[in-house]
T-cell receptor, first 114, second 115 residues
Framework: KNQVEQSPQSLIILEGKNCTLQ??????????LRWYKQDTGRGPVSLTI?????NTKSNGRYTATLDADTKQSSLHITASQLSDSASYIC?????????????FGRGTSLIVHP | EPEVTQTPSHQVTQMGQEVILRCVPI?????FYWYRQILGQKVEFLVS????????KSEIFDDQFSVERPDGSNFTLKIRSTKLEDSAMYFC?????????????FGPGTRLTVT
């Protein structure tokens, strides 16, 4: 069964600090992996997308990495800001018989304190 | 910037009642989706819709669910006879294209509470 596991479940950091969120997946065959940011009461917003051949992708202060061999990804946030407080969701899309139904992780809840 | 909108933001209904959740996708998008997120749990795919037909659906999307594009702008999710376990946040999304790397744009969600 396709699964996406994220860690930690929650994280509290001080403003200005860096942090790294982890994602492990068992989706196969693999198509792509996205990281989303979900603010409270809002829909997810895409931060990065990586396909099999990509091992790093940046979007401003967000840098995602992908190791397709170990089926692991990370999202690194640099110089955190209060507005980074949100849930960060790893979503993996497989490619089986033409189906691209995404598998979502539970998310990491990040709180940035001043 | 164009965005997906959803109404209502919060719907309270009694068990057994029918509810219709409404979405207005981004105007030039052709592919539409519904997801749900039970409180404290992960987002789950329900259904994708293109050219007035269901493209894919998950095991969750059983006979009590239906989707429709009644006009050129709205995309609706109907739950015929709601159950307590249908209480969740329902997200609509749309995309311009299909394929594995297409980007979906999510609406703000409708919180459905079944009592």
């Amino acid at each position: 069964k396709n699964q996406v596991e994220q860690s930690p479940q929650s994280l509290i950091i001080l403003e200005g600090k860096n942090c790294t969120l982890q994602c492990n997946y068992t989706v196969s065959p693999f198509s792509n992996l996205r990281w989303y940011k979900q603010d409270t009461g809002r829909g997810p917003v895409s931060l990065t997308i990586m396909t099999f051949s990509e091992n790093t992708k940046s979007n401003g202060r967000y840098t995602a990495t992908l190791d397709a061999d170990t089926k692991q990804s990370s999202l690194h946030i640099t110089a955190s800001q209060l507005s980074d407080s949100a849930s960060y969701i790893c979503v993996v899309r497989g490619a089986s018989g033409g189906s691209y139904i995404p598998t979502f992780g539970r998310g990491t809840s990040l709180i940035v304190h001043p | 910037e164009p965005e997906v909108t959803q109404t209502p933001s919060h719907q309270v209904t009694q068990m057994g009642q029918e509810v219709i959740l409404r979405c207005v996708p981004i105007s030039n998008h052709l592919y539409f989706y519904w997801y749900r997120q039970i409180l404290g749990q992960k987002v789950e795919f329900l259904v994708s819709f293109y050219n007035n037909e269901i493209s894919e659906k998950s095991e969750i999307f059983d006979d009590q669910f239906s989707v429709e594009r009644p006009d050129g702008s709205n995309f609706t999710l109907k739950i015929r006879s709601t159950k307590l376990e249908d209480s969740a946040m329902y997200f609509c999304a749309s995309s311009e294209t299909s394929g594995p790397t297409y980007e979906q744009y999510f609406g703000p969600g409708t919180r459905l509470t079944v009592t």
